[in-house]
T-cell receptor, first 112, second 115 residues
Framework: TQLLEQSPQFLSIQEGENLTVYCNSS?????LQWYRQEPGEGPVLLVT?????EVKKLKRLTFQFGDARKDSSLHITAAQPGDTGLYLC????????????FGKGTKLTVNP | NAGVMQNPRHLVRRRGQEARLRCSPM?????VYWYRQLPEEGLKFMVY????????ESGMPKERFSAEFPKEGPSILRIQQVVRGDSAAYFC?????????????FGQGTRLTVV
């Protein structure tokens, strides 16, 4: 069974600070996706990374896929209160499986 | 540009009743996935369907749960004789194609409460 471990589980920071969220596994994934989920809403896709070592930037968010495609990180620069939410990583297991395996998420709170 | 539409958003059922959750995928998407999210847990895969076919139901409980995606109309997740443990948020996702690196887009979910 593939598992994705996210850390930290909770993160509370001040506006303007930088942060990194990690997503780790012992399994290889053909792709990995990051989602953000607000209370009472569905997950919203932020980015998909597919190549080992790939780095993608989305404004103040930087996503990296590990060289071995077993882990990923999300770095936020100069966090803002609007970044508050639950960040989920989800991997598509190697081998053609269609289902996504989700981590439990990192609950981020950015205080003004 | 309508996204994935789920209804109802909230559903309350008494123990023993049936729950029907509906999902209309994004326009042009023929692949539908159902996930369940329990409090403080990540999303867990339940079932993957294409039009008129169940492709992977490895995450579905063996009893009381069923899913369909008919040729016409929305996908339906059906839970018979609900129990308190079925209380959760159920999310539907759709994608335009199958295979490697497929991106899935989620609906807003149906929050089922069993009383």
């Amino acid at each position: 069974t593939q598992l994705l471990e996210q850390s930290p589980q909770f993160l509370s920071i001040q506006e303007g600070e930088n942060l990194t969220v990690y997503c780790n596994s012992s399994s290889v994934f053909s792709s990995l996706q990051w989602y953000r989920q607000e209370p009472g809403e569905g997950p919203v896709l932020l980015v998909t990374v597919v190549t080992g070592g790939e780095v993608k930037k989305l404004k103040r968010l930087t996503f990296q896929f590990g060289d071995a495609r077993k882990d990923s990180s999300l770095h936020i620069t100069a966090a803002q209160p609007g970044d508050t939410g639950l960040y989920l990583c989800a991997g598509q297991p190697q081998g053609g499986s269609e289902k996504l395996v989700f981590g439990k998420g990192t609950k981020l709170t950015v205080n003004p | 540009n309508a996204g994935v539409m789920q209804n109802p958003r909230h559903l309350v059922r008494r123990r023993g009743q049936e729950a029907r959750l509906r999902c209309s995928p994004m326009k042009g998407h023929s692949h539908v996935y159902w996930y369940r999210q329990l409090p403080e847990e990540g999303l867990k895969f339940m079932v993957y369907l294409q039009k008129e076919n169940i492709i992977d139901e490895s995450g579905m409980p063996k009893e009381r749960f069923s899913a369909e995606f008919p040729k016409e109309g929305p996908s339906i997740l059906r839970i018979q004789q609900v129990v308190r443990g079925d209380s959760a948020a159920y999310f539907c996702a759709s994608s335009p194609r199958t295979g490697k690196n497929t991106e899935a887009f989620f609906g807003q979910g149906t929050r089922l409460t069993v009383v």
